[in-house]
């Protein structure tokens, strides 16, 4: 090869170079001054101005408060160690708009006249934002605790189905009314797990679309088009499947006498602003309780969308609320309002 025969080496330029592409940034810390200075992308990831002299203090206060405590005892322990200089850590920072980042860092120490036991006297740290990685790997997780959540829920889903499908006719026509529905809600659970981009209101009847026709009159639904890409497809097809379990268990699509309105619109922020909402004429008698579907609903929908969700129930009324940008739409959360009408 060339390379071989020309006899290239690694220069500093070359390194300076793969830093680069590795999206990796440096920082030098002082312990005698107590002071550290970032590089461009050190600066970048950290929200600072790049080769300024910045107090260690300061690189410590855009460390998330829950991991604060953790990672300075981590640094302390390694100033204070006699046998160790080299030290790794993942944590999570605040940006100055306040969006929470993941950094993972490695930290070299130098001590004084190179002694292993003497005082520090500086550190490079390489640090490299790995913010969508953990994102990934977050995702990732709850879609296994989805599989394993909706396997569960197989069983209680056909059995409400089955009695929804049964109430509505006559018994010699059950078969040929409910296996259409059983087929329905395997293949509309393979469209969701393709991802693939879709409108709204497209995403919500394939959610509903097992249950629809058996409780149609106690649906409303309302909303102008909105183009959601295939990520937002996916969560809010999880989203609307979770609210739709839980109603078939507890609520609208599963008894007689209830309301289920599922709202949406863009506010004056350009955020879609949305809401499921059930009614009922009679205090419920099933609770509504919180486990991974919960998680879906709040945590998975807020990571994953950026959005901004919430519940809220009582006796006579349930209401999902979900706030979130399209593309590049961004605003500042506020809350998706429930507007409930008494059933009766």
Request: net charge negative.
């Amino acid at each position: 090869m060339r390379i071989v025969r020309n006899n290239l080496v690694l220069n500093e330029d070359h390194k300076t170079v793969g830093l680069k592409l590795g999206r990796i940034g440096m920082i030098i810390i002082d312990y005698a001054e107590n002071v550290a200075v970032p590089d461009a992308l050190a600066a970048e990831i950290f929200g600072l101005d790049a080769d300024e002299v910045i107090a260690r203090d300061t690189f410590h206060g855009r460390i998330h408060p829950d991991d604060q405590d953790g990672i300075i005892a981590l640094v302390d322990d390694l100033i204070a160690a006699d046998n160790r200089d080299v030290i790794e850590f993942t944590h999570r920072i605040v940006a100055a708009d306040g969006e929470i980042r993941w950094v993972h860092a490695r930290k070299q120490l130098y001590r004084e006249q190179g002694a292993s036991d003497g005082p520090p006297a500086a550190a490079v740290a390489a640090v490299q934002d790995i913010t969508e990685r953990k994102r990934a790997e977050e995702a990732s997780r709850y879609l296994m605790r989805e599989l394993q959540h909706r396997t569960l829920n197989v069983t209680a889903i056909t059995s409400s189905l089955a009695r929804m499908v049964y109430h509505a006719g006559s018994p010699e026509t059950f078969l040929e009314r409910f296996e259409p529905r059983i087929r329905n809600l395997v293949e509309n659970m393979r469209i969701e797990s393709r991802g693939e981009g879709m409108d709204l209101r497209r995403a919500l009847d394939i959610a509903l679309s097992p249950y629809f026709d058996a409780a149609r009159h106690n649906v409303a639904i309302e909303g102008e088009p909105i183009a959601l890409d295939g990520q937002q497809s996916q969560t809010l097809a999880m989203v609307f499947h979770e609210l739709a379990t839980n109603s078939v268990k507890y609520g609208a699509l599963g008894q007689s006498g209830l309301r289920l309105s599922v709202k949406w619109a863009r506010d004056h922020e350009g955020m879609v602003a949305l809401s499921w909402t059930e009614t009922r004429q009679e205090a419920a008698t099933g609770t509504r309780r919180a486990g991974f579907g919960t998680q879906i609903l709040e945590d998975f929908a807020s990571m994953a969308l950026n959005g901004h969700p919430q519940q809220t129930f009582d006796d006579l009324s349930y209401c999902y609320t979900l706030r979130f940008a399209v593309r590049e739409t961004a605003g500042k959360a506020d809350e998706a309002g429930c507007q409930v009408e008494r059933v009766g």
